[in-house]
């Protein structure tokens, strides 16, 4: 049986592939991964974004957004082009945005900002988001509840950060979980939260170049590898490897209104 792979979020675009780009990416494909969610990070990462989904339209789908770590006190000239390219062209997520609390918090204010201004644009374009949460649980959920109802495409907590009732609190609120490769990693407190969630809340993502799974912690990540995550979730699942190909595939396929 072949089975097919959704990679919810993956960054092939960046230099990390410039030497191997075409070859790393027919090998993610020969993998079954035929559909990838390619988030955005900042203003030079556009070029090569837009590029790589040119080339690879039916596997490649892009998401838009300025990424928490790239907000600083140039800002407002950022978001005001990502603005400008969301009303200009479709893409099938607001992504990646959120708090990053863990790296630096010298524009902790201007990070909450940025959110909220992208959790508005999730509201008006009607489109799924992408959210990065890094220390940052309780600044994400305050934001998101002062816009007072859910969100109406939903969105990914992307490599999900936190713990069993933090996920509970994210689902009620229609959001899917991000399982990456950080479930592959001994003592993974996602571990428990992975055999705690019911299968048609969770997504599967690479976040490639980063995050490798087991075996191959500290290469390069591609999102070939997403089938060492999902096999990782079927074992604490207790359930096959096809089941979880199948079950995330279409969650993400609904989530991204991807009919192909
Ligand atoms: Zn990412």
């Not at 990838?36 to 900042?42: A, L, Q, R």
């Not at 893409?91 to 990070?111: C, H, P, R, S, V």
Request: hydrophobic share 40%.
């Amino acid at each position: 049986m072949i089975m097919n792979f959704f990679d919810t979020h993956t960054h092939p675009y960046l230099e990390e592939f410039d030497n191997d780009r075409p070859t790393a990416m027919q090998r993610c494909i020969d993998a079954g991964v035929t559909k990838m969610i390619v988030p955005n990070v900042d203003l030079t990462t556009i070029g090569p974004l837009q590029q790589l989904c040119t080339a690879y339209p039916t596997n490649c789908f892009p998401a838009m957004a300025l990424h928490p770590s790239s907000v600083d006190e140039q800002y407002t000239t950022k978001m005001l082009q990502i603005e400008t390219l969301l009303n200009e062209q479709h893409f099938y997520a607001i992504g990646e945005t959120g708090i990053d609390l863990y790296w630096d918090k010298t524009f902790e204010k201007e990070q909450k900002i940025c959110f909220e201004q992208h959790i508005e644009w999730a509201y008006q374009k009607n489109l799924p988001i992408i959210i990065h949460c890094r220390k940052s649980f309780e600044e994400v959920m305050s934001s998101l509840q002062r816009f007072g109802k859910p969100l109406p495409a939903g969105g990914i907590f992307h490599c999900f950060p936190c713990g069993i009732q933090e996920a509970k609190t994210v689902i009620k609120h229609g959001f899917h979980l991000g399982i990456g490769g950080v479930v592959t990693f001994k003592n993974a407190l996602m571990a428990k939260v992975v055999e705690a969630v019911p299968l048609e809340h969770l997504v599967i993502e690479t976040d490639s170049p980063y995050l490798t799974p087991e075996p191959f912690r500290g290469k390069r990540n591609e999102s070939s590898f997403i089938i060492y995550i999902a096999q990782k979730i079927a074992d604490l699942q207790q359930t096959t490897l096809e089941n979880v190909a199948a079950v995330t595939y279409e969650n993400a396929r609904k989530l991204f209104k991807i009919d192909l």
